[in-house]
Nanobody, 121 residues
Framework: QVHLVESGGGLVQAGDSLRLSCGAS?????MGWFRQAPGKEREFVAA????????LYADSVKGRFTISRDNAKNMVYLQMNSLKPEDTAVYYC?????????????????WGQGTQVTVSS
C-alpha cells in the first residue's frame, strides 16, 4: 500500500498562484490530481506518466495548471496559475500501478486525504 500526502493548499485571491505537492511513501507509476467542490462530483484535473512524457489536463485548467513530478523523491506537483473562484475545491493526489495516465478516478489505486484550495474573488 502506498500512502499519499498532499500539501500546499490555502486561501488565495483570484489571479494568484499556488503550488500543490504530494509525497508518496513508495513508488507509483502514473499519478494525477482530482478535485471536488462542495455539492459537486469529483473531477479530473491532471495526470502524468512515470516517464514524464505523457500528461493529461482537464480543459478547464489547460494552460493555467502544470503537473510535474520528481521520481527520485516520489513527489508530484501541481502548479496552479491564474486561479479562479471556480477552482475552489479539495484537491486529491492519486497514483496507480499502471504507467498510463488516465482521466477516470476509479482506475487509480491510491488516494491522498486532500488539501483545500479556496480562491476568493
Amino acid at each position: 500500500q502506498v500512502h499519499l500526502v498532499e500539501s500546499g493548499g490555502g486561501l488565495v485571491q483570484a489571479g494568484d498562484s499556488l503550488r500543490l505537492s504530494c509525497g508518496a511513501s513508495g513508488r507509483t507509476y502514473a499519478m494525477g490530481w482530482f478535485r471536488q467542490a462542495p455539492g459537486k462530483e469529483r473531477e479530473f484535473v491532471a495526470a502524468i506518466s512515470w516517464s514524464l512524457t505523457n500528461t493529461l489536463y482537464a480543459d478547464s485548467v489547460k494552460g493555467r495548471f502544470t503537473i510535474s513530478r520528481d521520481n527520485a523523491k516520489n513527489m508530484v506537483y501541481l502548479q496552479m496559475n491564474s486561479l479562479k473562484p471556480e477552482d475552489t475545491a479539495v484537491y486529491y493526489c492519486t497514483g496507480r500501478r499502471s504507467s498510463i495516465p488516465v482521466r477516470t478516478g476509479d482506475e487509480y489505486d491510491y488516494w491522498g486525504q486532500g488539501t483545500q484550495v479556496t480562491v476568493s474573488s
